[in-house]
C-alpha cells in the first residue's frame, strides 16, 4: 500500500490516479484543509492532520504502508512571508511526526514535493540541480529545510528519499477527472480562468518592462499529469533500490505572462480585463527548470508542454466552477 499524504489536494489526486492506473493500492491521508473529499476518487481514504501524530500512527496501522509521498504542505508564498509559523509548522514540524512513524515502522521510501522556490533568485537558466539553493521567502525555506532534514536522515539512517522540485505545476487530468479546485491557488492559470468564469474582475500583469521578449515575466509551467508520471517513476527508482536523490521538473521552455493570458482568452473565447500593474518585488524576470537529470536517471519524457493542450485540460476542469459563482 502507498501512502499518499495531502493526497485530496490538486497534484496529489492526480498521483493518486495515476498510481492507481499502473496498479499501485493507494492510500490517501489528508485533513482536507486545502483537499477535497470529491478529488479522493481512488483507493482509501483517511481523515487525519499531520499535526497529530496519533492520528498518522493509526494509518501506519490500519495499513501495510511501503511507501510514503508526501504532498501536505501550505504553498502561499505571500502568506508565508505575512505567517511563517503557519508555515514552519505544517511544512517541517508536521513532516517531523511523519518521518518519526515512518521510522517506527520501518518504511524507508520517501517521495517529497519540493519547489522551484527553493533555489531564490536564478543566478543562471535553465536551473539545474547544481544551481545555488538561497530561497527568499519562508515558504521556499520550509521546503528546503525539509530537503536538508531527508539528507541527514538518509546518512544515518535507513531511508531513501527521492525529492522532486517543481516548477509550475499546471493544468488537469486529460480525462477531466480531477483537477485544481476552485479559489484554492494564486498560480496564474487558475487565475486568468477566474477571470474567464467571472469570479474575478480582472487580471493584473504585474510588470510590463522586463527584459523578455514581450517585457512580462516567463514561467516555466509543467502539466500536472506530466508530474504524477515522474512521481511513479521515482516510486520505482526507489522500489529497485535507487539511492536518494534530488531532481527538478519543468517544461524547459517557459510561456510569458502575456501569452498564458492571450492563451487564456483564445482557449475560453471570453474576453476578460486585464490590467498592467507594477513589478512585484522578488519576482525574477525568467525562471526555467534544466529538468536532462529526471530524464537520464528517472527515463522521465514530459509530454504535455503546449500551453494550449494545458490551458484546454485546465479550462475543462475549470468551467465546472462557472455555476457556483
Ligand atoms: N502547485 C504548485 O505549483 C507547486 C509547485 C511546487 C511545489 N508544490 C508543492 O506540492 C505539494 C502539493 O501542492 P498542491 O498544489 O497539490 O497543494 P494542495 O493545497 O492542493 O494540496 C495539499 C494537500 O495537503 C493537505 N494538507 C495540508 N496540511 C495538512 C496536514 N497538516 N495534515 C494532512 N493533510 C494536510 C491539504 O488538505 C491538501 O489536500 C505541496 O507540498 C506544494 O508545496 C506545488
Redesign the pocket.
Known sequence: MILI????????SHINKELTKQGFKTVV???????KKELVKWGEFFQ????NIEEIRKVFKDYQIEAVLH?????AVGESVADPQKYYL?NVS?TLNLFKVMRENKVNKFIF?????TFGNPQYIPIDEKHPQSPINPYGET?LIVEHIMRDYSAAYDFRYVALR????CGADLEGETG??QG??S?LIPLTLDAAIGAREEIGIFGTDYPTPDGTCIRDYIHVTDLAEAHVLALKYLMEGGASDCFNLGNGKGFSVKEVVDMAKKVTEIDFKVTPKDRRAGDPPELIADSKKAKEILKWEPKYFDLETIMKSAWNWHKQFKKTV
Open positions: 499524504v495531502g493526497g485530496a489536494g490538486y497534484i496529489g491521508f489528508d485533513n482536507l484543509s486545502s483537499g487525519g492532520d499531520l499535526g504532498f501536505a504542505a501550505f504553498k505544517n508536521n514535493s519540493s519547489s522551484a522556490a521546503k517543481y516548477f509550475n505545476a485544481e479546485w484554492s491557488s498560480n
